[in-house]
């Protein structure tokens, strides 16, 4: 085999006149008769190579059996290209190379898909052939992508005092949440590993262990129901530090994020992030992680509602609830039956219904409600809005009618072209309730986790008024996606024993669950808290992919499969019965 002198995207017109060995890809091939074009490729980029049987017969010879996805080495001269033949899209477009010699390293069959970036190809296709896939110049970006940002992610907190630590793969199934992924113990028969969710444990132990500051780029599993933005195994950026605040975690965090976005991206992010309270996100945008790239917040209307005819209206806050509105800047354009779709978008997302008016010249309202308002009151009501506006309305319980409204101001924001795609806003969300209340359960749950500490000056409320309490949590926000979350932990047993209380976890069940990190609170845990970031998320938004499982070298389908693998797959009875198990499948 001819080895390589120079990978396919470094030749350049100060190569001209050496001779350099080439392996790769036939990317395509044009034969113009006398002399054949061959653009070979590898993970570095493209180059054009030239067989004209006045350089070399033998070469051209074999350059006419040349497929594309053939493996070839080649050897041959770099030469610029005759005038106006550049291609200024290459790296490699001023020049080519005359080929002296070729080898076949290995042929191919006729791929299912184009190797090429616009080629329209399935993605169960893709993940089938997820090797060919992979060649593709854009999955070979976005996998340089994800090296380049553990990589500055790695170098900033080594800077920073932090010491790598892996944490185990194979734990104990403590279920709060997502379903766990269960491992069958050959050993110890009839008991289960979990894969763990998240190191979250292993991590707060390390901090009672004197590590002070630990990361780690862990894998983690969990069994839910899958979409774009979420898999089975994923990846996050995770760290713990002990004798810090919250504080100072969101500055050191900002840093490092700072920092991979410029040394990677080349994008200069604020300085400090902007901070919130849950409190104004939820009701200003609907959202504890509300994308900042555009405005049509949500309006308060409770004083010009209750002043109205409109019986849904009154009877909504007669009820306790809310009325809010968006305002659609130049939406009174918008077509009756997209409005009426609209409506029945919303009532998918919770809604009982959709109210809306038209705000047309003059200050008149155009809307089957309209009778029943007075258009000075709105207007007063929502200085925001203007004539050509459309307002729409949702009356419900204060959950359904933010969790509509964000999401039809997202959707709205994506039709209308409201955000700009080059913008980056990140965003700090804090002040989280502690708690909620599950009516299905009858109990308190955790917002984050149960090992996230109250605000100090909340602390009281655990006994008198638990849903009142505020959380040590933080949300990192990024253009409406949620990057990364963290908190401060009970450092005191005391404390974390009283949450498992209010959670309905009595002392028994909370010594089989965390029993380990409750007696190791007891051996002076240090105040500690940490984050973890979704790395495969953060790839995803840095790489303007569409989806995680694009920045995942080997991802599963929403139904949790590998086709290239098959994978999960049944077994053979011999290796059920070395594990003591036995199948009761129901149909």
Same mark, same amino acid.
Not at 61 to 88: C, D, I, K, M, Y
């Given at each position: 085999?001819?080895? /390589?002198?120079?990978?396919?995207?470094?030749?350049?017109?100060?190569?001209?006149?050496?001779?350099?060995?080439?392996?790769?890809?036939?990317?395509?091939?044009?034969?113009?008769?006398?002399?054949?074009?061959?653009?070979?490729?590898?993970?570095?980029?493209?180059?054009?190579?030239?067989?004209?049987?006045?350089?070399?017969? !033998? !070469?051209?010879?074999?350059?006419?059996?040349?497929?594309?996805?053939?493996?070839?080495?080649?050897?041959?001269?770099?030469?610029?290209?005759?005038?106006?033949?550049?291609?200024?899209?290459?790296?490699?477009?001023?020049?080519?190379?005359?080929?002296?010699?070729?080898?076949?390293?290995?042929?191919?069959?006729?791929?299912?898909?184009?190797?090429?970036? *616009?080629?329209?190809?399935?993605?169960?296709?893709?993940?089938?052939?997820?090797?060919?896939?992979?060649?593709?110049?854009?999955?070979?970006?976005?996998? /340089?992508?994800?090296?380049?940002?553990?990589?500055?992610?790695?170098?900033?907190?080594?800077?920073?005092?932090?010491?790598?630590?892996?944490?185990?793969?194979?734990?104990?199934?403590?279920?709060?949440?997502?379903?766990?992924?269960?491992?069958?113990?050959?050993?110890?028969?009839?008991?289960?590993?979990?894969?763990?969710?998240?190191?979250?444990?292993?991590?707060?132990?390390?901090?009672?262990?004197?590590?002070?500051?630990?990361?780690?780029?862990?894998?983690?599993?969990?069994?839910?129901?899958?979409?774009?933005? /979420?898999?089975?195994?994923?990846?996050?950026?995770?760290?713990?530090?002990?004798?810090?605040? /919250?504080?100072?975690?969101?500055?050191?965090?900002?840093?490092?994020?700072?920092?991979?976005?410029?040394?990677?991206?080349?994008?200069?992010?604020?300085?400090?992030?902007?901070?919130?309270?849950?409190? *104004?996100?939820?009701?200003?945008?609907?959202?504890?992680?509300?994308?900042?790239?555009?405005?049509?917040?949500?309006?308060?209307?409770?004083?010009?509602a209750s002043k109205t005819e409109f019986k849904v209206f009154k009877d909504t806050l007669a009820k306790g609830g809310l009325v809010k509105a968006i305002v659609v800047k130049g939406g !009174?354009?918008?077509?009756?039956?997209?409005?009426?779709?609209?409506?029945?978008?919303?009532?998918?997302?919770?809604?009982?219904?959709?109210?809306?008016?038209?705000?047309?010249?003059?200050?008149?309202?155009?809307?089957?409600?309209?009778?029943?308002?007075?258009?000075?009151?709105?207007?007063?009501?929502?200085?925001?809005?203007?004539?050509?506006?459309?307002?729409?309305?949702?009356?419900?319980?204060?959950?359904?009618?933010?969790?509509?409204?964000?999401?039809?101001?997202?959707?709205?924001?994506?039709?209308?072209?409201?955000?700009?795609?080059?913008?980056?806003?990140?965003?700090?969300?804090?002040?989280?309730?502690?708690?909620?209340?599950?009516?299905?359960?009858?109990?308190?749950?955790?917002?984050?986790?149960?090992?996230?500490?109250?605000?100090?000056?909340?602390?009281?409320?655990?006994?008198?008024?638990?849903?009142?309490?505020?959380?040590k949590a933080y949300d990192l926000v990024l253009n409406g996606n949620e990057l990364g979350g963290g908190s401060t932990r009970m450092h005191r047993r005391e404390v974390q024993s009283k949450v498992f209380d209010l959670l309905g976890m009595g002392k028994e069940e !909370?010594?089989?669950?965390?029993?380990?990190?409750?007696?190791?609170?007891?051996?002076?845990?240090?105040?500690?808290?940490?984050?973890?970031?979704?790395?495969?998320?953060?790839?995803?938004?840095?790489?303007?992919?569409?989806?995680?499982?694009?920045?995942?070298?080997?991802?599963?389908?929403?139904?949790?499969?590998?086709?290239?693998?098959?994978?999960?797959?049944?077994?053979?009875?011999?290796?059920?019965?070395?594990?003591?198990?036995?199948?009761?499948?129901?149909?």
């Open positions: 085999m001819m080895m /390589r002198t120079h990978r396919c995207g470094e030749l350049s017109r100060r190569h001209v006149g050496e001779t350099v060995t080439l392996n790769g890809w036939v990317q395509r091939r044009r034969d113009h008769g006398n002399v054949i074009f061959i653009d070979v490729r590898d993970r570095q980029g493209m180059t054009q190579v030239v067989f004209n049987p006045e350089i070399s017969p !033998a !070469a051209h010879q074999q350059a006419h059996g040349l497929r594309g996805e053939f493996v070839v080495a080649l050897t041959g001269a770099v030469a610029l290209r005759p005038e106006g033949s550049a291609n200024p899209n290459l790296t490699t477009g001023e020049i080519e190379v005359l080929v002296a010699t070729v080898e076949i390293l290995n042929e191919a069959k006729t791929p299912p898909f184009l190797i090429e970036d *616009e080629s329209e190809v399935t993605e169960a296709l893709r993940l089938k052939y997820r090797y060919l896939d992979l060649r593709r110049p854009k999955m070979q970006r976005l996998l /340089r992508l994800r090296h380049e940002v553990m990589q500055q992610a790695r170098a900033f907190l080594n800077e920073q005092g932090f010491l790598e630590v892996e944490t185990p793969m194979l734990t104990k199934s403590t279920p709060e949440g997502a379903r766990d992924y269960l491992v069958p113990s050959r050993v110890n028969p009839g008991c289960f590993y979990a894969l763990p969710q998240s190191p979250q444990l292993f991590k707060q132990i390390l901090m009672v262990g004197g590590v002070d500051r630990y990361y780690q780029i862990a894998r983690c599993f969990r069994d839910e129901d899958l979409r774009h933005d /979420r898999q089975p195994e994923f990846t996050q950026i995770d760290l713990e530090l002990s004798f810090i605040d /919250r504080e100072q975690i969101m500055v050191l965090m900002e840093e490092m994020i700072r920092q991979v976005f410029k040394k990677v991206a080349g994008v200069e992010l604020p300085k400090p992030f902007p901070r919130m309270a849950y409190a *104004e996100a939820m009701g200003r945008y609907g959202s504890d992680k509300p994308d900042l790239r555009f405005g049509m917040p949500l309006h308060d209307l409770q004083n010009f !009174a354009e918008i077509s009756r039956s997209r409005i009426d779709a609209l409506g029945e978008t919303a009532k998918s997302f919770g809604a009982k219904g959709l109210a809306w008016v038209k705000i047309v010249g003059d200050g008149q309202l155009e809307s089957v409600i309209a009778k029943f308002l007075d258009a000075r009151q709105l207007l007063a009501a929502v200085p925001e809005a203007q004539a050509g506006d459309l307002v729409l309305f949702v009356a419900d319980k204060p959950k359904v009618v933010h969790d509509v409204l964000g999401r039809l101001r997202l959707l709205l924001a994506e039709e209308r072209n409201l955000i700009d795609q080059k913008d980056w806003r990140p965003l700090w969300v804090v002040d989280f309730p502690m708690l909620d209340y599950d009516e299905a359960v009858k109990r308190y749950v955790a917002i984050h986790h149960p090992f996230t500490a109250p605000l100090d000056e909340d602390l009281p409320l655990l006994e008198s008024d638990p849903l009142k309490v505020r959380a !909370a010594t089989a669950k965390f029993g380990f990190l409750l007696e190791a609170l007891e051996y002076g845990a240090p105040p500690h808290g940490g984050i973890a970031f979704g790395l495969d998320r953060l790839i995803m938004l840095l790489g303007g992919a569409d989806s995680i499982r694009d920045v995942i070298a080997f991802p599963k389908t929403q139904r949790a499969q590998c086709p290239m693998t098959d994978a999960p797959s049944q077994v053979s009875p011999a290796q059920l019965k070395e594990l003591n198990i036995k199948l009761d499948l129901i149909e």
